[in-house]
């Protein structure tokens, strides 16, 4: 059986020229009709409260890569607080009798669109994907289709490491403005499927799938079939009508039970086809990977065993496209880039990344927890007052992307700080908001309600701090607490706390390291990194070896987050180059970080390592239930 592919570009590159980011842009949910709207648009800078058709763009951009990017065609990096984009589209003849849904990977920060002077819709977050049914205010094949995105850098809002300066400092970088992920247009009947959801049971051994649809109606059957490379594994219906959102359960043969892990990224095909009266009406390609994480005291579990988790802050920057990878190989080679060197996985840090990105660490056994760039939400008085946009950005990131199976936790927030007063803040509600909304859509994975600092929520299902002592022992003497239930702990300059009491959960040190070095004699660039610089590679080295050895061999640790990747900007303490040329011996690296780890090895547990389990009662064929 056939699968639309997922390195696909769109079937009509030839009619525009070669595009920018030409790949197909959801691989996780594939149609072979799409539009890609990539390359020269039309563009100016400021606000209009006149129609679209009045505008007079003076200039042209290369979508989608922002304004401040080089890539872009612009590369200005001064204030501007709103952009205007426009561009003719002509739609093929064989979409006519469908639904034309436009969509756009992101857009920073508040996008409204327009075909010719009709207004289809609004969307506030600069980092989540969004899309909008065009075909109402269609008149013709023809339109004009126009977006004013705005961005006030004195709002708070959801912005990440984006510089509130001119210039960039600090941990702070250069700014996004607009449209900064891909822009396409894709034919829908007008019952077509939404985005399904995939739920792995690996205790079951079987597929939960959620099907919502729209415009349902009496006659719809919604069907998924899950295949290896034998072929057909199971398959199963459901009407569309029978609840809210209809849903069914796939059960895997022992036989054709494969997982997904680091090891091995097993990926099963899907395919979920609508039928009305027994047509098939709209289909979608997809995969899933059968795995599943647990807690087992200060354990995380992945497919029943431990897996230590070394992890590296990757924040998804580069220096021609800011926020925006150059390509799609771009993104394969960080992921690359960090396996190389001994990392199995990353924190997805202060940015919601693209489906692409998450489609290449499923494929290449990537672990990843879910993050969102939460920075930007202190007021004018210092204080951390996120809004309601910042749960509804977080809940967009959760749905879009839970069905990926590298996602192995979530974590909504980065830093916050604030000591523990008399009445609950803003900062608290929102903290325990975001926490229980990311339980109650997801379920599955667990949830950190914030990284490092200001832990509000007592009990959270995970434990972290951030600790940049670039001294070994001092590093050593600090992490010591742990063994006795008393880890070290982010707190306030003055000693007081910022966090509810640890409680014997899983923890990990999500962020350490960062050692400086800028590849330049007494590092005088301008850079920085953590503490004082290594006079050497091999001092670095030696540093980064004792450092990771302490939590290798600590038995209540699961994991670890080294920060980081590569240089950004000023900020240099990667391992690689902001070009990412690598700035040490990868092997090496990679030779320190691959020994098995304390809790990988059992230690100090009576009931020693666990062992890895290989798979569930078995089922006798495969089958389909009621989800």
């Known amino acids: 059986m056939p699968f639309a592919s997922r390195e696909t570009t769109s079937r009509r590159i030839g009619d525009q020229g070669e595009l920018p980011r030409a790949e197909y842009p959801r691989p996780q949910l594939v149609r072979q009709e799409w539009l890609n709207l990539n390359g020269p648009w039309r563009f100016d800078e400021g606000g209009s409260g006149q129609l679209p058709s009045s505008w007079s763009p003076a200039g042209t951009i290369v979508v989608p890569f922002a304004r401040e990017s080089e890539l872009s065609g612009i590369g200005r990096t001064d204030f501007v607080d709103a952009v205007r984009y426009q561009r003719e589209v002509t739609l093929p003849e064989e979409w006519q009798g469908q639904r034309v849904l436009l969509h756009v990977g992101a857009a920073d920060h508040h996008t409204t669109v327009w075909v010719d002077d009709v207004e289809v819709g609004r969307h506030r977050g600069g980092f989540t994907s969004f899309s909008f049914d065009l075909t109402d205010a269609l008149t013709g094949p023809t339109f004009t289709l126009s977006l004013l995105v705005e961005d006030d850098r004195h709002a708070v809002q959801a912005r990440g490491k984006q510089s509130r300066r001119a210039e ?38 079987s597929f939960t799938f959620q099907l919502p649809v729209a415009r349902p109606h009496a006659g719809l059957m919604a069907r998924v079939e899950l295949h ?40 099963y095909r899907v395919r979920f086809t609508l039928l009305d009266d027994g047509v098939p009406v709209d289909t979608l390609d997809s995969y899933a990977g059968m795995r599943s994480v647990a807690i087992d005291g200060r354990r995380m579990l992945l497919n029943g065993r431990p897996v230590f988790q070394r992890l590296v802050l990757d924040q998804g920057y580069w220096p021609d496209g800011l926020l925006t990878a150059p390509s799609d190989a771009d993104l394969v080679r960080d992921i690359e880039l960090a396996q190389a060197a001994g990392f199995n996985g990353a924190r997805l840090h202060q940015k919601v990344f693209e489906e692409r990105y998450l489609y290449h660490a499923d494929r290449l056994g990537y672990l990843v927890w879910g993050e969102f760039a939460d920075w930007g939400a202190l007021d004018d008085d210092g204080r951390q007052v996120p809004t309601v946009s910042f749960v509804t950005e977080w809940v967009e990131a959760l749905t879009r992307d839970l069905s990926h199976p590298s996602i192995v936790g979530w974590c909504p927030l980065n830093e916050t700080f604030e000591t523990i007063g008399p009445r609950l803040s803003v900062l608290d509600d929102a903290t325990r908001a975001l926490y229980l909304l ?53 707190r306030a300059p003055d000693g007081s706390p910022w966090s509810v009491p640890y409680a014997g959960q899983p923890y990990f040190c999500s962020e350490f390291g960062g050692i400086w070095w800028s590849e330049v004699d007494g590092h005088g660039d301008d850079s920085w990194g953590y503490g004082e610089a290594p006079r050497s590679v091999e001092e670095w080295v030696d540093r980064f070896r004792a450092l990771v050895d302490r939590l290798l061999d600590d038995p209540d640790m699961f994991g670890y987050c080294f920060t980081q990747l590569t240089d950004v900007f000023q900020e240099k303490n990667g391992i690689a180059r902001f070009d990412r040329v690598p700035k040490f011996d990868l092997e090496l690296l990679r ?13 100090d547990r009576p009931d020693g390592p666990l062992t890895a389990r290989t798979a569930p009662a078995p089922h006798p064929a495969g089958a389909a239930r009621p989800a």
């Open 168 to 205: 960039n400092y600090e941990a702070f970088y250069t700014r996004t403005t607009g449209i900064w992920q891909t822009v396409w247009l894709e034919p829908v009947p007008t019952s077509h499927l939404l985005r399904p959801v995939t739920v792995p049971d690996l205790a079951s051994s």
């Open 228 to 267: 290896d490379d034998e072929g057909l594994v199971a398959a199963g219906a459901v009407e569309v009508t029978s609840r809210i959102t209809p849903g069914l359960t796939l059960d895997v043969p022992a036989d054709r039970l494969r997982l997904w892990s680091p090891e091995d990224p097993h990926l």
């Open 438 to 490: 990311t339980k109650a859509v997801d379920p599955t994975r667990p949830v950190l309600d914030t990284s490092g600092y200001a832990h509000r929520v007592a009990g959270a299902d995970v434990y972290d701090s951030h600790l940049y002592e670039q001294d070994p022992a001092a590093f050593a003497r600090q992490m010591d607490g742990l063994a006795i239930g008393r880890p070290y702990t982010n």
């Open 591 to 603: 030779t320190i970080q691959t020994r098995p780890a304390a809790i990988e090895r059992g230690e």
